[in-house]
């Protein structure tokens, strides 16, 4: 059975034409199991073989150790059980049994019509333009994905960018290294500078002129500061369930 996701799904291709791994990065499920693979305790967790405080979101997520994110996402059928809707989902078209009617499309999710087939062709559509526009007028614009009416046993928390995630991840990753090897450790604004935050900062932070180095150094110091703690967050909301944390 198809299965639909509210947000882009990761694609593998095949096995012997496998997809680059921008594939997977361009969906944020592929960076919900990277930042819950940051997390100590979720780790200790899949150590502990599911035991634990975290046994329950163990129980869903179950091992992430493996940087085989594929065999992840197909094992147990994680991906789809997990952030896939787990609702009928509503396709345009004529119904021709009441049969075919789900209870799932509630009057929120589709609009039931009942058309004489002796009516006028030019009344029937003026009919359906005006109740089209009662219904629609007013779900304009796009809709935060915390509003989002999701039937997924993991539904997203808010709106993304799966690069800013990215981006947040690949500076923590550099400033947790450097706290756990300390002779690897590098100034904020270094890690700046290796991650590429900001072309106009990075060229200040390694200008000659002292005036420009401060004040670029000191800019990615900000930046990189503000992705740590914005990752830190991902991380403690991955461990309640939450992603991205709001």
Known sequence: MKVHFLAPHPLFGRKTAPLPLKEQERSPYYWWWAYLRRSDAYIKCCEKGGKGPLAKLYADFGDVRDDDFRKWWTTSDHGAGLFAEQRQVVKFGQLNDVSEWHPDWTSDRALVIAIPLDMNKRLIKSGIAKLLDKKIDSRRGRKALRD??????????????AQNLKTA????????????????????????????????????AKSSDKHARYEGRNRLNATVLRYVKEAQKIIKGVEQGEFPAV
């Open 148 to 161: 989002a009416d999701s039937s997924a046993l993991y539904p997203l928390a808010r709106n993304y960018t």
């Open 169 to 204: 991840l690949a500076v923590y990753d550099l400033w947790f290294r450097g706290k756990v090897n300390p002779e690897e450790k590098l100034y904020l604004w270094e890690i700046g500078v290796e991650v590429g935050l900001n072309r106009q900062s990075v060229r200040d």
